[in-house]
């Protein structure tokens, strides 16, 4: 595997990456350089500055995850990189606590006006009282938007003795009071707000969010923080605000384009900025660098990711239970679609007994990803295997029942086709799959992988012997056989696990001996 890495991150995830990837850091790339060599990579680590277009998803051939270090995504086109199959992830968590902890430290600044200050006194100028500043403590600090940065933000404030509001209609009213927040509308909150701070994405219902109207509504000594995406305000309308001192002040991390030496904000010094430094700490560089890193791992694994942005969402407890079941969904759907013959139309998934209780998204998707992996020239995988179904007219129908008579869980697929139904159906022991039914047969194998003759037959003497003969005589090894029946003398299925593959030769030698009804040859 080939990682290509065109932001720089900490060591510490080039490190994790390098363990199982060539990783090639290359810093500074142009559009059209990265589309011209990112063919070769299988993963893409980016920040904030590369622009992860069409153009380039498309030329990435290989890619099989776009990993963005940091909480936002909106320089990746992620419907594009859905459409083809690839992963994309992110790092939601690990910049949280530098954010909030840098939204703290420029509402300070702007209380006590602490840049400005510095920059006088560093001229030669004892400017005491042209710096009288106000006290946070007793003030109402407005929170638009109460994420996992919002709510960092609220418990900081809340040891400054600041009285919190919100607004955020995501959000469930438990949640606000257990941080001690009353919600509000964004109306309300910037009527009575004295601080006021940003952590949205930004969207095209958020953009803007904060114009001259909503300026018109606040406090002439409020003031404003963004330390979450540029954009969020109308940055003409707050400096003219700034300017007319309908705001006292306002302190700004984030613009609409990065990087830039060049704004309006600049021209007025009750505006403080810095470049993009809410996640710039040792810290929490690290732990997005560690987080993508690990996450790109996992999916070189065909695990899923566990901050996917194009694919649900699977926590570590239910990722414990559920992972071994997704690994033997999808092997059971690669053993459907080699056994099935015939146009595919409607698939069936059934959950029986404890698996049932949980959410299956991610199982019908491993499912669908194994059945699709060998009928479609499209690189299916957990992110896109439903696009995939559905741009194939394939029917997908999932049935569960709570109860199941010999297995603590069992998994079945029916897919029908043109040509009729086939079956298949397997459980999970000790972290294995087990596959238990093929059709009309009931079996107990723990597939290792590698190839498997089934033949279904007549149950007469002499033809085991006959088809183990065509292996013997192809010198390869079988390592276990299954065999069963539908009664004695009547239909039967064996099932060969082979060290190696026989030739389309040797299968017509198998479907030439008297009684074989059918012999094909799966991997798995």
Sequence with gaps: ????????????????????????????????????????????????????????IEAGKRLQVIARAGIGIDNVNVDEATRCGIVVVNAPTGNTISAAEHTIALMLSLARYIPQANAALKSGLWQRSEFMGTEVRNKTLGIIGLGSVGSEVARRARGLEMRLIAYDPFVSV???HNLKVELFSLEQLLKEADFITLHLPLTEST?????????????????????????????????????????????IDVFPKEPTTESPLFESDSIIVTPHLG????????????DVATQIVDVFKGQPARYSVNAPF??????????????????????????????????????????SNYETNALKASALGGILEETSEERVNLVNANIVAAKRGLAVVEQKETTCENYASLITIEVTTSSGVTIVAGTVMRGELHIVRVNDYWFDIAPAGGYFL?????????????????TGDADVDISSMHVGRLKPRGQALMILALDEPLSKKQIKQ????PDVYAAKLVRL
């Design 174 to 176: 438990e949640h606000a």
């Design 454 to 470: 089934f033949s279904d037959h007549l149950d007469r003497p002499g033809l085991i012997s006959a088809v183990s003969k065509v």
């Design 510 to 513: 198998v479907l030439a001996i």
């Design 314 to 355: 699977i926590s570590t407890e239910m990722l414990a239970v559920l992972a071994p079941f997704m690994k033997a969904v999808h092997t059971l759907g690669r053993l459907v679609s080699q056994l099935a013959e015939g146009q595919m139309n409607t698939i069936k998934l059934g959950y029986e007994g404890e698996i």
């Design 207 to 251: 953009k803007g969010l904060i114009g001259a109207r909503e300026l018109s509504l606040v406090k002439p000594e409020v003031r404003i923080v963004n330390c979450a995406r540029g954009g969020l305000i109308d940055e003409a309308a707050l400096v003219k605000a700034v300017k007319e001192e309908r705001v006292a002040g306002a302190a």
């Design 279 to 290: 996640a710039s700490t040792t810290e929490a560089q690290a732990m997005v660098s560690r």
């Design 1 to 56: 595997m080939k990682v290509l890495v065109t932001e720089a991150i900490s060591d510490e995830g080039i490190s994790i990456l390098s363990s199982c990837a060539q990783v090639d850091v290359k810093l500074g790339l142009k559009p059209e350089e990265i589309v011209s060599i990112i063919g070769d990579y299988e993963a893409l680590v980016v920040r904030s500055q590369t622009k992860v277009s069409a153009e380039i």
